[in-house]
């Protein structure tokens, strides 16, 4: 194809789409975009970030910019104070921008100013719209939703070993157990705990809590030291999503005082500071702790006072059975020297009538025939010995009725019964002698021959039958 017109080098056009643009753009302009990657240089301190424009989530214009080391520092300082966020990737800013071409490294913006208060109302709306989008999801109260834990004891920790947060949280705990000896369990899950990073590093960990749950009783979520910079990750949606879904309950002390961020909002508890969350922690125990002590000192007191009303009344039953079987032994006693008594004079009233009998017979045998005589002498001699055969067995079987109402008298003592191995059991210090009159988990106690011991039932076996 021949050339019909005037041509030129690409340095020559360049000059000319440079002097264009110079006369056309002779200000500066106020632009909005989001910065895609702020490209920051530590070792020259310049900045050159990527700007983009969405719609939809597709970028639908990018221009490259400048931003040098003096208005960095500068800018940066302001949303420091501003915003209480650095300048970083993903945020939306208005900057007071110059239009610049250069012939290689083609059209930028330098700029020179950002408005932080337009970049603050970017970050409420996206505070509001997380807030709103897990409204609309059912899952903005669903954390605080799940059951309070019985003891929080055990602590899956998301910090910075490093963090002045990290320490003070850990300090309180370890304080508590010097001086209460509350026991806490916890252990860390390091993440980033500020800026982009935070999201991704702080959802690692929680996937990994998730993994040994059980293990643990809640999530604590400990940030301090850092002011309010880099607390815009904790509004973010896909955080939150994963905070407020989690299965365990999610506590938060991040260490700002002020414009709670959506994650403080959706957590279990939150505290203004991670020692004001374990201060929570210790009052946990606390609450539980001192009632169980006043019931401890109360059931100690009644425990005592039961021994002393049943160790009394046991007493008082080892005197009323001493004094019973005294009672029975001496009457058994006089029981023995009566019988003694009837059995001597019965003897004697036996042998004098036997021996008036023998001396009738004698005299009857004297007078009577000869050979009769013989044979009544040999009738009445052999009545002698079985009357004195019967004597004798009489005395005898009184002696061993009186020997064996001695021993029926000994053996009922109190320490000769024991001493068989019985026992004398009593609960609330009554008698036993029926199991329909046990109480279940209560305490029983048993008197042994040498000594007493406490037992407690827990099943019982009745029977209507005697033993």
Request: proline share 4%; net charge positive.
């Amino acid at each position: 194809m021949p050339v019909s017109g005037p041509s030129y080098s690409l340095l020559e056009l360049c000059e000319n789409i440079k002097g264009v643009l110079r006369s056309t753009y002779t200000q500066t302009y106020w632009v909005r975009a989001e910065i895609n990657t702020l490209n920051l240089y530590p070792a020259s301190g310049h900045c050159y970030p990527d700007l983009v424009e969405k719609q939809n989530g597709s970028i639908v214009a990018q221009m490259r910019a400048n931003l040098w080391k003096g208005d960095y520092q500068r800018i940066n300082s302001t949303f420091l104070n501003v915003l209480k966020e650095p300048l970083r990737d993903g945020i939306k800013v208005l900057m007071l921008v110059e239009i610049q071409f250069h012939p290689v490294y083609g059209l930028s913006l330098n700029i020179q100013d950002m408005d932080p208060a337009f970049s603050l109302g970017d970050l409420e709306q996206e505070k509001q719209r997380c807030i709103q989008t897990l409204k609309e999801e059912g899952l903005l109260s669903r954390n605080r939703a799940l059951p309070k834990p019985w003891l929080p004891q055990r602590i899956a920790l998301i910090s910075d070993a490093s963090s002045k947060g990290y320490g003070d949280f850990t300090k309180v705990l370890a304080e508590a157990n010097k001086q209460w000896g509350y026991a806490f369990y916890f252990h860390l899950f390091p993440a980033v705990l500020q800026g982009e990073r935070a999201v991704v590093t702080i959802q690692e960990q929680l996937q990994k809590i998730q993994k040994v749950k059980t293990h643990f009783d809640v999530v604590a979520l400990v940030r301090g030291g850092g002011g309010e910079v880099g607390m815009a990750c904790y509004n973010n949606l896909e955080l939150n999503r994963a905070l407020t879904t989690f299965s365990l309950p999610v506590l938060t002390g991040i260490g700002h005082a002020s414009n709670l961020t959506v994650a403080e909002q959706i957590a279990w508890h939150n505290a203004i500071t991670p020692t004001k969350l374990a201060e929570w922690l210790v009052q946990q125990f606390h609450n539980l702790s001192v009632p169980l002590q006043k019931c401890e000192e109360a059931l100690t007191k009644s425990g005592l006072e039961v021994v002393a009303d049943a160790r009394q009344d046991l007493q008082h039953a080892l005197r009323l059975l001493v004094a019973t079987a005294r009672s029975r032994q001496i009457s058994h006693r006089a029981e023995w020297q009566q019988t003694v008594q009837q059995l001597s004079s019965s003897s004697r009233y036996l042998t004098k009538h036997h021996h008036n009998l023998l001396e009738q017979n004698r005299q009857q045998i004297t007078q009577g025939m000869a050979v009769r005589s013989r044979s009544e002498t040999l009738s009445l001699d052999q009545s002698f010995r079985q009357l004195l055969t019967g004597f004798k067995q009489t005395l005898g079987n009184q002696r061993q009725r009186l020997d064996f109402l001695n021993t029926q008298v000994q053996n009922l003592s109190p320490e000769q019964v024991l001493k068989r191995g019985f026992s004398i059991v009593t609960q609330g210090g009554k008698p036993l002698n029926n199991t329909k009159d046990i109480q279940l988990n209560r305490e029983l106690k048993i008197q042994l021959f040498r000594g007493e011991l406490s037992a407690q039932p827990i099943e019982i076996h009745h029977s209507n039958e005697p033993i």
